[in-house]
């Protein structure tokens, strides 16, 4: 291997090996170990733990950012609201699916109040959560969509879909089965529609109890 196909690959095993025993549950030579080295080699490649937590990091980002791009070349520039969210959903669902290593990773990281869960969220969750802000913004600005915070309105959305992705991660064998198109069609309902019987406000009812 060259060294940065070592590097590449001792990234890799680390992934793996923190998102299935924690990073307290790790030590560096199970992690040299893991990726094949020595644990001098490891240090030759990671001076530090950082190092190597920040390699990580911005591999994820990397690999989340490709698939992403992928993802977005299904998205019509003149899309729908409906159109946008049923697209933002389907993403969410599929980053929670197509790598559960990594999420198995950030969750660790966050419970063991590492700092690899606080240099992820910095340098991709509250990207991604401005990016669709912004999609909001200009939704709210040319009257489409409620006049409310589009933050919040960005949060409420990623995080009621992430919920499924989550649940699914951690509890497969109590939620089959997985979530789908479908409820993100739900989903992106409740979001733009709420849950008022809208007959009811039609009818001049709205909060009868």
Same mark, same amino acid.
């Given at each position: 291997?060259t060294g940065a196909q070592r590097r590449s690959?001792?990234?890799?095993?680390?992934?793996?090996?923190?998102?299935?025993?924690?990073?307290?549950?790790? +030590?560096?030579?199970?992690?040299?170990?893991?990726?094949?080295?020595?644990?001098?080699?490891?240090?030759?490649?990671?001076?530090?733990?950082?190092?190597?937590? +920040?390699? *990580?990091?911005?591999?994820?980002?990397?690999?989340?950012?490709?698939?992403?791009?992928?993802?977005?070349?299904?998205? $019509?520039?003149?899309?729908?609201?409906?159109?946008?969210?049923?697209?933002?959903?389907?993403?969410?669902?599929?980053?929670?699916?197509?790598?559960?290593?990594?999420?198995?990773?950030?969750?660790?990281?966050?419970? $063991?109040?590492? $700092? /690899?869960?606080? /240099?992820?969220?910095?340098?991709?969750? /509250?990207?991604?959560?401005?990016?669709?802000?912004?999609?909001?913004?200009?939704?709210?600005?040319?009257?489409? *969509?409620?006049?409310?915070?589009?933050? /919040?309105?960005?949060?409420?959305? *990623?995080?009621?879909?992430?919920?499924?992705?989550?649940?699914?991660?951690?509890?497969?064998?109590?939620?089959?089965?997985?979530?789908?198109?479908?409820?993100?069609?739900?989903?992106?309902?409740?979001?733009?529609?709420? *849950?008022?019987?809208?007959?009811?406000?039609?009818?001049?009812?709205h909060g009868e109890s």
């Open positions: 291997m690959a001792i990234v890799q095993a680390a992934i793996r090996r923190f998102a299935m025993h924690g990073f307290r549950g790790t +030590t560096t030579r199970e992690l040299a170990a893991a990726a094949g080295v020595s644990e001098p080699v490891l240090y030759q490649h990671f001076a530090t733990k950082r190092d190597l937590y +920040t390699a *990580i990091v911005d591999q994820l980002i990397a690999q989340a950012h490709e698939r992403f791009d992928e993802r977005a070349k299904q998205l $019509e520039p003149d899309a729908t609201d409906r159109q946008f969210l049923q697209w933002l959903g389907e993403s969410i669902l599929a980053y929670h699916s197509e790598d559960p290593d990594r999420v198995r990773l950030l969750v660790f990281s966050a419970l $063991e109040g590492h $700092e /690899l869960a606080d /240099l992820w969220y910095e340098k991709a969750t /509250l990207d991604f959560i401005r990016w669709v802000e912004k999609h909001l913004e200009k939704r709210v600005a040319a009257g489409a *969509i409620v006049a409310e915070s589009p933050e /919040l309105l960005a949060r409420a959305f *990623i995080f009621m879909v992430s919920h499924f992705g989550f649940v699914r991660l951690l509890f497969p064998k109590q939620c089959a089965p997985a979530p789908d198109a479908r409820l993100v069609e739900k989903l992106v309902d409740i979001f733009l529609y709420g *849950i008022a019987n809208q007959s009811r406000i039609s009818d001049g009812r």
